[in-house]
C-alpha cells in the first residue's frame, strides 16, 4: 500500500512543494503539489529525483571515526565520545578561537543550518569562520547594508506585476532561480512577456534565460558594474532620473551623479563589449516602463567589482522609482522575521571590525572570506587554525585552489576535524569524525532564510516524512555539538540548547516596549509553546513573534505553528507590500545612495575601464540536473547534457586549432579538458562548471567517480577578490587555452 506526503524540496532556492509516494518505509516518487500555495505544482529534475537522492545507498548511515588512520563506522555514542574528545583537547590546549568554521549551502536549506551554527560559534568565541557566502552573495550583503543599513535587507524582482525585467548574472531558467525565490521562474518569465512586458538578459552566455528575452546582451564578464554606472549616467544625462515617493529618504543623489560622470556610454563601450546605443537604449526603456525591476545574480557578484555592480543594481531601481512598490523590486516579509517596529534609525553596518592573520583581510558579517582558509591553516602563530568544523560543505571544490586547501586539511596542521555531511566527499574525506545527517524524508523543513527572498509571501512547514528509526536528527547532532563547545557534559540533554534560546529570546521580547509581548510574563509565553522537538519550540516562537504571529494570544487569527501544521499546503500571505521605512536601518534613517566605500572603490573601476583588455577570462556555467559539488551520484541526474565540458565560441576554437580537447591554464594550476564548440558564448571567454573534480581517492561517492570531471577552481589560485566584501572573482578569471597535444 502506497501513501503519499507533502514535503518541501531543499535542494535550490524554489522551495517548491512536492508530494512524495511513500512505500513500505521509503520514499519511491515524487511529484510536483498542485495544491502549493507558492508553488502550484511545478518541480524540476532534481525534485523528482528526490526518491533517489533520499535513497541513494553511499549516503552515510552510520558515523564515521578514524582509527589507526581509517575512517571507521562507529555508533553514535561512540561518534559524540569523540567528537567531544577532539574538539574538547583543542578548545582545552589552544582555546576555542583556534576552531574554525566552514558553513557550506545547503545550510540554507535546512531547519538546522538555520538554528545551530551561531550557537556553535559563539560558545567557541572563534573568528575563524568561513562560509560559501564568500564564495556567492557576500557583495550584495555589504552593499545592502551599506544602503539600508541592513545586510539582509534584499529585495526581489516583483515578477508577478513588473512591466520590464532586466536580468543580469543570472541563469534562473536553470538554477530555478537564487536570491529571489520564484518556483517556476521561466513561466513567471513568459507571463512577464504575454501581459505585454519586455526582458531583457545581460550575460555573456546566451543563456537558456537569454533565448526567453526580449533582448540579449552580452558583455565581457567582469564589467557590469561599468554598465550599470553608463546607466546610471544616461539616466542623469538625459533627465530620466525620477525618484517618485522614495525622494525624500534618499540621501547622497549628487554624489552618485558626480561618480557616473566618467562612465558615459561610449567611455564604457569598448571595456564592456557592449555598443554605447544599447546601454542609452537599455537606460531609457527603463526608466520609461510603468514598472521595472533589475535584478543580478551570480554573474554581479563574484567577480572583480561584486559589491560595485551589486550596490549600482539597486541604485538604478532607485532613480527609477521602482524601489519598494508593485512591479519594481521590493522587499519581502518572512514570516520569522521580528514584527515591525516603525521607523528608526539603525547602528549601520560595519566592516573590518577585525582582519584575517595572515593576509589582513577584513571581516564582512563576522565571516573572513574563504579564499583564506588554507592560509589561516598553514601559517604558525597565534590564532592559527588548528582544529574545523564544517557543517553542509565541501570547500576542496568549491572555493579557489583546492588543491592547496585539501593539503591544508590532510596535513601535519590539524590536530583535529569534525564534519556534518551525508557523504564522504572531497573535503570530509578528511575529518576525524562525520556525523551524517538523516536523509531529508527524515527531516523537518522550514524555509527560515529563503522566505525572506519570496516574490510572494507565505509560511510552509514540513515535518519529517519518515521517522528518525534511532538517528539523531540534524538538530540534535548541532545540539550536541553547541553542548560540548559550552563545556557541558555529554550527558546533558540537548534540548536545554533550545530551552536556553528561548529563554533569551522571550527575555529580550518582554522586556522591549515595542515587542509584541511587551511585558508579559516569560513563564507564561514558554508554557504555550508545544511540546516536541526544540527546533518545533523555536519555530513556534518565532513565527507568534513575527510579522504575522498571533503574538501568542494577542492576535488569535496569527500565525503559529500549529496553524501551519494544520495548512499542508502552505499559507498564502499575499503579494509583496511596500515596507521601506521599516526595514530602513541606516543611522540617518535615509536611504544611502553613495556610501563613501562604494563611492571610493569606483576609483578601480575607473582604472579598470581604462586598461584594455585582453586574453581569455573564465565564467561559470550551472547545469539543471546538478547542484553545485554534491549531485552528481545520482543515475537520474548523471550524463546527458551534464558534462563538465570547457565551452568555446567555433571561431576561438578555429584560432587557436582547438577541436576535442583543450588545455586551460591559470595563475592555480591547469586542466585538460574536452571542448564543447558553440556560438552561444560570447567570443574570448569561456565557461567551465564548478562542483567537479570527483577522482580523489578516499570519498565514497561512486558514480560520481566515475565520472570525475575537472576541479574548475584549480585554475584560480584564491587571490583575486573583491576587496569590500572579501568574496572569491570566480566570474572573469584571466586564463590561456590551446589545443592538448
Ligand atoms: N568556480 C565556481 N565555484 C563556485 C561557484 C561558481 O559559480 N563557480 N559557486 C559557488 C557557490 S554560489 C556556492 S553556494 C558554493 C557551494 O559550496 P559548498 O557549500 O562548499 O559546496 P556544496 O557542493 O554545495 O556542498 C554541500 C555539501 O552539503 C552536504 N549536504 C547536503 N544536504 C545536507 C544536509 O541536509 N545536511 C548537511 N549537514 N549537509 C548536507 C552535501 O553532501 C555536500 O557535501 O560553491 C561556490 N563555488
Ligand atoms: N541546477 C542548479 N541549480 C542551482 C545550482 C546548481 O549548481 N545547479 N546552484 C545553486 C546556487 S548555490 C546558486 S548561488 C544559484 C546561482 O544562481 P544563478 O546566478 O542564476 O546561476 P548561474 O548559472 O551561476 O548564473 C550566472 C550567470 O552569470 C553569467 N555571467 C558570468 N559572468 C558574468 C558577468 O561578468 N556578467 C554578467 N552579466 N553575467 C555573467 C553566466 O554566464 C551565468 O549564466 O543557483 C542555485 N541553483
Ligand atoms: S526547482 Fe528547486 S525546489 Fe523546485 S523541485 Fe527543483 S530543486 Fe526542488
Ligand atoms: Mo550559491
Redesign the pocket.
Known amino acids: 500500500m502506497t501513501e503519499t506526503a507533502l514535503r518541501i524540496c531543499p535542494f535550490?532556492?524554489a522551495t517548491c512543494g512536492l508530494t512524495l509516494t511513500i512505500d513500505a518505509g521509503r520514499v519511491v516518487g515524487a511529484r510536483g503539489d498542485r495544491d502549493d500555495v507558492f508553488s502550484a505544482g511545478f518541480i524540476c529534475p532534481?525534485g523528482a529525483s528526490f526518491a533517489e537522492l533520499d535513497n541513494d545507498p553511499d549516503r552515510l548511515q552510520a558515523p564515521l571515526v578514524r582509527r589507526d588512520g581509517v575512517l571507521t563506522e562507529a555508533t553514535w555514542e561512540e561518534a559524540f565520545a569523540a567528537a567531544a574528545d577532539g574538539l574538547g583537547a583543542v578548545i582545552r590546549e589552544h582555546g576555542g578561537a583556534a576552531v574554525g568554521a566552514y558553513l557550506g549551502?545547503p545550510n540554507a536549506h535546512t531547519v538546522a543550518g538555520a538554528l545551530y551554527p551561531p550557537l556553535i560559534i559563539r560558545g567557541l568565541g572563534t573568528r575563524q569562520v568561513f562560509s560559501a557566502s564568500t564564495l556567492?552573495?557576500m557583495p550584495k550583503h555589504v552593499s545592502l547594508g551599506l544602503m539600508f543599513g541592513s545586510p539582509v535587507a534584499f529585495t526581489v524582482p516583483d515578477l508577478d506585476r513588473t512591466d520590464y525585467l532586466v536580468i543580469?548574472?543570472?541563469?534562473?531558467l536553470?538554477?530555478?532561480?537564487?536570491v529571489t525565490t520564484a518556483p517556476d521562474f521561466g513561466g513567471k518569465m513568459r507571463d512577464i512577456r504575454k501581459r505585454g512586458g519586455r526582458i531583457v538578459v545581460?550575460?555573456?552566455?546566451r543563456?537558456r534565460t537569454a533565448e526567453l528575452a526580449d533582448r540579449h546582451l552580452a558583455?565581457r564578464?567582469?564589467?557590469?558594474a561599468a554598465l550599470l554606472f553608463a546607466v546610471v549616467h544616461v539616466l542623469f544625462d538625459e533627465n530620466l532620473v525620477a525618484l517618485g515617493d522614495l525622494a525624500e529618504h534618499v540621501a547622497g543623489l549628487d554624489e552618485v551623479r558626480a561618480a557616473a560622470r566618467g562612465f558615459t556610454p561610449a567611455a564604457v563601450a569598448d571595456y564592456c563589449g557592449v555598443d554605447a546605443a544599447e546601454i542609452e537604449t537599455l537606460a531609457r526603456e527603463l526608466a520609461a516602463a510603468p514598472s521595472a525591476a533589475v535584478y543580478g545574480?551570480?554573474?554581479?557578484s563574484t567577480?572583480e567589482f561584486g559589491t560595485l555592480g551589486s550596490w549600482l543594481v539597486d541604485v538604478v531601481n532607485i532613480l527609477t522609482g521602482n524601489l519598494d512598490r508593485p512591479g519594481g523590486a521590493m522587499f519581502p516579509c518572512s514570516p520569522t522575521a521580528p514584527a515591525p517596529r516603525g521607523h528608526r534609525p539603525g547602528k549601520g553596518f560595519r566592516t573590518g571590525r577585525w582582519h584575517s592573520r595572515v593576509s589582513g583581510r577584513p571581516e564582512v558579517l563576522s565571516e573572513l572570506p574563504t579564499p583564506v582558509l588554507a592560509e589561516e591553516i598553514e601559517t604558525p602563530g597565534d590564532g592559527q587554525i588548528r582544529a574545523m568544523i564544517t557543517v553542509a560543505g565541501n570547500p576542496v571544490l568549491s572555493a579557489p585552489d583546492g588543491d592547496r586547501l585539501d593539503k591544508a586539511l590532510s596535513g601535519r596542521f590539524m590536530d583535529f576535524i569534525l564534519c556534518v555531511d551525508p557523504y564522504l566527499n572531497e573535503t570530509t574525506r578528511h575529518a576525524d569524525v562525520i556525523l551524517p545527517p538523516p536523509p531529508p524524508s527524515r527531516s523537518p523543513h522550514f524555509d527560515f532564510a529563503l522566505n525572506g527572498l519570496a516574490i510572494r509571501n507565505n509560511a510552509r512547514y514540513s515535518p519529517p516524512v519518515l521517522p528518525l528509526d534511532g538517528r539523531p536528527s540534524e538538530a540534535e547532532i548541532m545540539s550536541r555539538l553547541a553542548l560540548v563547545v559550552f563545556g557541558m557534559s555529554q550527558d546533558a540533554d540537548p534540548a536545554l540548547v533550545d530551552e536556553q534560546v528561548i529563554a533569551t529570546t522571550l527575555a529580550k521580547e518582554t522586556a522591549d516596549p515595542s515587542s509584541p509581548v511587551a511585558g508579559r510574563a516569560v513563564d507564561e509565553l514558554t508554557a504555550m509553546l508545544p511540546a516536541g522537538p526544540g527546533y518545533e519550540r523555536r519555530l513556534d516562537m518565532m513565527l507568534r513573534l513575527g510579522a504575522y504571529g498571533d503574538a501568542f494570544g494577542a492576535r488569535p487569527d496569527g500565525l503559529t505553528l500549529q496553524r501551519l501544521k494544520d495548512a499542508p499546503h502552505g499559507v498564502d500571505l499575499g503579494p509583496l507590500q511596500p515596507r521601506l521605512l521599516e526595514v530602513l536601518r541606516t543611522p540617518s534613517g535615509q536611504v544611502e545612495l553613495a556610501p563613501p566605500a562604494l563611492i571610493e572603490d569606483a576609483a578601480r573601476l575607473r582604472e579598470a575601464v581604462a586598461r584594455p583588455a585582453e586574453g581569455f577570462v573564465l565564467?561559470?556555467?550551472?547545469?539543471?540536473?546538478?547542484?553545485?559539488s554534491w549531485m552528481h551520484n545520482l543515475p537520474a541526474l548523471a550524463g546527458g547534457t551534464n558534462q563538465c565540458t570547457l565551452r568555446m565560441h567555433p571561431d576561438d576554437a578555429a584560432d587557436l586549432g582547438v577541436t576535442d580537447t583543450a588545455v586551460v591554464k591559470g595563475a592555480g594550476g591547469e586542466l585538460v579538458v574536452p571542448v564543447e564548440i558553440t556560438d552561444g558564448i560570447r567570443r574570448g571567454v569561456l565557461?567551465l562548471p564548478h562542483?567537479w573534480g570527483h577522482d580523489r581517492p578516499g570519498t565514497g561517492q561512486q558514480l560520481a567517480a566515475g565520472q570525475p570531471g575537472v576541479n574548475v577552481n584549480q585554475l584560480n589560485d584564491g587571490s583575486l577578490l573583491d576587496p569590500l566584501s572579501g568574496t572569491a572573482v570566480l566570474?572573469?578569471v584571466p586564463v590561456t587555452v590551446g589545443p592538448a597535444s
Open positions: 535550490c532556492e532534481k549551502n556567492d552573495q543580469i548574472g543570472a541563469n534562473p536553470v538554477s530555478n532561480g537564487s545581460i550575460d555573456p552566455a543563456t558583455p564578464p567582469g564589467t557590469d545574480r551570480i554573474g554581479t567577480v565564467i561559470g556555467r550551472r547545469h539543471l540536473r546538478s547542484n553545485n565557461s562542483g566570474n572573469g
